[in-house]
């Protein structure tokens, strides 16, 4: 089993921030199957403020390049996102067109 820290922000309107909590109770069951299916045995997002970070626990079979091929041939899982995109934003620093980002493992105990 692996972990991967990963982090985006929220447009900074509390409207949407709400309205993206209230979407994340009720998940496309689509989205559901794509997570589960690629690898992705558990996830967990956690926000403060208009940060999100999320946690992936992921099995072997799991891979980025794998999961971005599988969601860019998905219509549900690309529509989800594109909806998504209109209470995210991308954190500053990042390359253009770069949602979720990976986050470097600095410490473990």
Same mark, same amino acid.
């Given at each position: 089993?692996?972990?991967?820290?990963?982090?985006?922000?929220?447009? $900074? $309107?509390p409207k949407l921030i709400e309205e993206y909590e209230l979407w994340h109770k009720k998940i496309w069951p689509e989205i559901i199957? *794509?997570?589960r299916s690629s690898g992705i045995? $558990?996830?967990t997002i956690?926000?403060? *403020?208009?940060?999100?970070?999320?946690i992936m626990e992921v099995n072997d079979m799991f891979s980025f390049e794998k999961k971005a091929d599988a969601d860019l041939t998905? *219509?549900?899982?690309?529509?989800?996102?594109?909806?998504?995109?209109n209470f995210q934003q991308?954190?500053?620093?990042?390359k253009p067109g770069e949602k979720w980002v990976l986050m470097d493992k600095i410490f473990q105990l």
């Open positions: 089993m692996h972990r991967y820290c990963l982090a985006v922000d929220l447009k $900074d $309107d199957e *794509s997570i045995e $558990d996830m956690y926000r403060y *403020s208009n940060r999100l970070f999320m998905d *219509s549900k899982v690309q529509e989800w996102e594109q909806f998504m995109w991308a954190i500053p620093g990042v």
